[in-house]
């Protein structure tokens, strides 16, 4: 059985999750591989050349209000929705892990703490936290991610001390702790292998949930950066022009579009491959 | 079932002194001094700079700021802004009916759109009706809340020219204000014309808002009627040979906890997606006063109008809890809700 057979039966043998799979894999190519695949400069300017529908010679998808080609700015947008993107998960479902862990294994007045503190950071909504936390610190990318894991890390940190909460009462934990093995070693080495599979599930959705806040964020003008290109800052840009260039507007929101139905679809497959229980996790997750 | 309530209100009142210090951090985790960030690049005195800073209380220390500051959001005292110069308080109030508004609207149309698919879709499991109804569940949380509201304005106010593209009314209505809410006030008036621009002026909003809201939605009350179809009292009720029509209703009576779990959850999410569907239509609600006042860095109304959403947001969940004890009695006796 080839690689890719194995995956298709993994993923319940559905085309629509390989598409999807596919999709998003040509969107990290992309994005990866943006100066060399981009016909053009995305900051070249050419004011002659403005607006020019989809389809005209040169330009694939058309320029935008000053000539830029929208087809190499939608290439090079797509490295920020991806940067963003994966770094934000990661290292909000690393904090998350941790914080879960400790709450759940150390329990007493630790884990009420915790607790208190993920219900208070539960009572925002999330973007309106990530915008409060990016005007004070100011617009860029460094800025954006932290932002994102700052509102996203209790997410990971609730599934992780639910799971963990039922798992250290288990056999092979209770015995691990009468053998004497140290506390970080049976959270890392027998709790946590143990909570992958959720954790996976969340992260994989979560990364579609962080790209279109950072397209929000930058539709809203607190993107990383005016001069570099990113999905939302492009969308912003075309509302401008609704009524002369219906493609500024609509084909960078169908990109995001496009990749967040995939992390979805991937997600949800994922859910079914790897979580027979997904009712459970599907609650645990609503932060209510 | 007041044991629970209490207990509710207090886990409420805990998280919102959490809210409380979150919001109040925000002005100074800002990189350096928050009244230079405010005016930075701009022609304000050094003299002028510490007048606001004695007027924000930024001369004191911390935790007399936080007690100064919260003393003021109890009385209502939310700060004066120090753009405009008027207090926060007013200018939140003048905007929390649109927003509150918009929401419930949104909420209308994903109760009138997700409630017939869940049916159908429960009742023809498997079938083409199901399947599409999946996908298009899988579409509608897919879709960012902006670019669908930027598509429908192309296509039905610069298009086809149906619907207002941004505002709530149209100019010169003549309309007095006694709710705030544009289309309860026109009709207690009488005036049908204004009625009739609130409502063409509430439409894309309300269903861009409400388009993700009604995927979940529908596909909660798919699962929860899939649930209940197949027990016993609903094939008893079917032998006794009752209408369709009866039938539906005891399953959708049973189905409705869960499915109002996860509506509470979202009408907060709701809210912070008010904040990205506001600026898209213009709506002037406490969204767009938010993105407004980061945009002139006007840090007290940013402060003021992020807690009041936030106030709105746990008031909601906190809502949906007791209502869901209400209706599921096993809660309150294992005790405090979802959590």
């Known amino acids: 059985m080839t690689g890719i057979e194995k995956l298709y039966r993994f993923f319940g043998s559905s085309m629509f999750t390989m598409v999807a799979l596919a999709v998003l894999i040509l969107f990290v190519v992309v994005g990866v591989f943006a100066p060399w695949i981009a016909p053009s400069d995305p900051n070249a300017q050419d004011l002659a050349g403005r607006l020019q529908p989809p389809l005209s010679e040169g330009h694939l998808l058309g320029t935008d209000s000053l000539g830029r080609d929208v087809l190499s700015r939608l290439i090079y947008g797509s490295r920020i929705s991806l940067i963003v993107g994966f770094s934000a998960v990661l290292l909000s479902a690393v904090i998350g892990v941790i914080v879960g862990l400790v709450s759940g294994y150390v329990g007493g007045w630790v884990d009420s703490l915790l607790m208190r503190i993920v219900d208070a950071w539960l009572a925002f909504p999330f973007l309106l936290l990530a ?22 890390w209790v997410l990971y940190a609730r599934l992780v001390r639910g799971e963990t909460l039922s798992l250290r009462e288990r056999e092979f934990v209770l015995s691990a702790r009468g053998l004497g093995a140290n506390p970080v070693a049976i959270m890392t080495k027998h709790i946590l292998p143990n909570c992958l599979a959720p954790i996976m599930v969340v992260a994989t959705l979560e990364v579609g949930v962080v790209i279109v806040t950072e397209a929000s964020l930058s539709f809203l003008g607190l993107g990383a950066s005016a001069s570099e290109p990113s999905w939302g800052g492009m969308l912003a ?28 679809v991937l997600g ?16 645990e997750n609503v932060p209510a | 079932m007041l044991a629970f309530i209490v207990r509710r209100l207090w886990q409420t009142v805990l998280v919102l002194f959490g809210v409380s210090i979150i919001v109040f951090s925000l002005i100074h985790i800002t990189p350096g001094d928050a009244v230079d960030v405010m005016f930075a690049g701009e022609n304000v005195s050094a003299e002028q700079r510490e007048v606001y800073r004695q007027q924000l209380g930024l001369d004191q220390p911390l935790v007399q700021q936080y007690f ?32 509150v508004e918009l929401t419930l609207a949104a909420l209308i149309v994903a109760i009138v759109i997700a409630i017939p698919v869940a049916v159908v879709s429960a009742l023809r499991q498997g079938s083409v009706w ?27 106010s610069v298009g086809l020219q149906w619907f207002p593209a941004s505002g709530r009314l149209a100019a010169g209505s003549g309309m007095t204000q006694i709710t705030g809410f544009v289309v309860v006030d026109a ?16 439409a894309l909003p309300a269903i861009t808002l409400g388009t993700a809201i009604t995927a979940t939605l529908s596909r909660v009350l798919r699962s929860g009627l899939l649930e209940v179809k197949g027990q016993d009292y609903v094939d008893a009720l079917r032998a006794r040979g009752l209408r369709f029509a009866t039938v539906l209703r005891h399953m959708l009576r049973n189905a409705l906890p869960a499915t109002i779990i996860v509506m509470g959850v979202r009408i907060g999410s709701l809210l912070g997606g008010a904040i990205v569907v506001e600026v898209v239509f213009g709506w002037p609600g406490l969204g767009r006063l938010v993105v407004d006042a980061i945009q002139n860095r006007d840090f007290p109304l940013v402060q003021g109008a992020v807690l009041v959403l936030a106030f709105l947001f746990v008031l909601v ?8 004890a209400w209706l599921d009695p096993r809660i309150k006796l294992t005790g405090g809700g979802s959590r």
């Open chain 1, 268 to 283: 949800d497959a994922l859910r079914d491959a790897l979580d027979p229980r997904h009712e459970k996790v599907r609650t």
């Open chain 2, 187 to 202: 009709v207690l008036q009488g005036n049908w014309a204004a009625a009739r621009s609130g409502l063409l002026h509430i």
């Open chain 2, 68 to 99: 100064s500051y919260m003393f003021g959001v109890v009385q209502g005292d939310l700060g004066t802004s120090v753009r405009r110069g008027t207090s926060v308080s007013g200018i939140i109030a003048s905007t929390v009916p649109a927003t």
């Open chain 2, 317 to 324: 969940n906190l809502v949906t809890d007791i209502v869901q």
């Open chain 1, 131 to 152: 915008i409060a936390i990016v005007a004070v610190l100011g617009r860029g990318l460094d800025n954006i991610v932290i932002a994102l894991v700052i509102t996203g």
């Open chain 2, 130 to 156: 199901d399947r599409g109804g999946s996908v298009l569940a899988l579409f509608g949380i897919s879709m960012p809340s902006f670019w669908l509201g930027i598509m429908l304005i192309l296509i039905f």
């Open chain 1, 237 to 264: 840009d075309g509302r401008a022009y609704l009524t002369r260039a219906w493609w500024l507007a609509t084909l960078p929101g169908l990109a995001i579009f496009v990749i967040v139905l995939a992390v979805n």
